[in-house]
């Protein structure tokens, strides 16, 4: 459209330059016997070089053509490409590394951001709840492990294989328990300790994987967002909403990550081991990314309100109002 711009103002341009000289031919016409033909060749000896519409200058640097992520097209082929470079830029480490912030999410951006090794009871506070609930899962799991392999006659069963997005594979979740050392006593110090060894592994993995494309990511919130720290967004606005449709006003957040930004995924080989090689490629299991804010300057671009109505039941409606606020990223 801009190019079609120009060569509009060109053809102005040269229109009104044959006009100026027409005049001045015309001016002169009863001094001097010109031909018709003169009369265009003088009218028409400034034209600029015209431009077709829909076609660029020679002297129009070309723009690189980038690749548009749309979540709907895309996603599949897009899960693919990301898991794959993750199965062979990270270490077994890292990954257990993403994993871990996943399950450990409050304690982990807490970590991120202390500044000092001493906690304050606030602090302590809420790695403690959050250690104490990862223990009764912990225990509530471990009742469960004792008679989830057996069927009502008391046999074993042996179906090793799993099935993942209609695709079948023998290979085994990560454990939760045994990558954040989790037991009924785990002590609060260990529990910290390991932590923060995988934040150490966090940094390294943002130094390896980075954004395919431009694209968008969400995060839906009840507070403000924070600028500075570990946060796990949305690739689709949906289901980041979906993750608080019980409150009645919510922030959805909109973040413009741009190509080449660094940026971990959740793709299948963090959440399962690929030890038989048998593991689909893909984000299967969740469109969720982890990025670290305290890399980037944050530009806000555009603010706005709108209501999401949804069917909470066969009989109720909710609706919730959201406020959307967009951000455009800069690496600092």
């Not at 470079?85 to 257990?96: F, G, M, T, V, W």
């Not at 799993?162 to 260990?190: A, F, G, P, V």
């Not at 019980?246 to 959440?271: R, T, V």
């Not at 490629?281 to 309100?305: A, P, Q, R």
Request: glycine share 2%.
């Amino acid at each position: 459209l801009n190019i079609d711009i120009k060569a509009l103002e060109l053809k102005k341009a040269n229109l009104e330059r044959k006009i100026k000289n027409a005049n001045i031919y015309l001016n002169e016409i009863e001094l001097h016997k010109k031909s018709i033909f003169e009369f265009w060749k003088f009218s028409n000896k400034d034209e600029l070089p015209s431009l077709n519409e829909g076609e660029e200058e020679n002297n129009i640097q070309n723009e690189k053509i980038k690749k548009i992520f749309d979540y709907e097209e895309d996603f599949e082929d897009f899960g693919k490409k990301v898991d794959e470079i993750q199965r062979r830029k990270l270490s077994k480490n890292e990954e257990e590394g993403i994993f871990a912030v996943k399950q450990a999410i409050m304690s982990c951006k807490l970590l991120n951001k202390l500044k000092k090794d001493k906690l304050e009871e606030k602090q302590y506070k809420i790695l403690q709840d959050e250690l104490e609930r990862l223990q009764n899962n912990y225990k509530k799991d471990v009742e469960f492990e004792k008679t989830k392999d057996f069927d009502i006659f008391g046999n074993i069963f042996d179906d090793k294989a799993k099935i993942i997005n209609n695709k079948k594979h023998r290979e085994n979740e990560r454990d939760k328990y045994k990558i954040l050392n989790i037991k009924s006593q785990t002590e609060l110090s260990i529990y910290i300790d390991n932590l923060r060894n995988y934040l150490k592994l966090i940094k390294e993995a943002f130094c390896k994987i980075s954004s395919l494309y431009d694209m968008p990511i969400y995060l839906s919130s009840c507070e403000e967002l924070d600028k500075t720290n570990l946060n796990i967004f949305n690739l689709n606005e949906n289901n980041a909403v979906k993750q608080n449709l019980e409150k009645d006003n919510i922030y959805l957040y909109k973040l413009n990550i741009k190509e080449g930004m660094p940026i971990l995924y959740y793709s299948n080989i963090i959440f399962f081991e690929n030890i038989n090689q048998t593991l689909p490629l893909g984000m299967d299991l969740s469109d969720e990314v982890l990025v670290d804010l305290e890399k980037f300057l944050l530009e806000k671009v555009n603010e706005e309100e709108f209501k999401y109505n949804y069917l909470k039941d066969e009989f109720t409606n909710k609706i919730v109002n959201i406020k959307l606020i967009e951000y455009k990223l800069k690496l600092k």
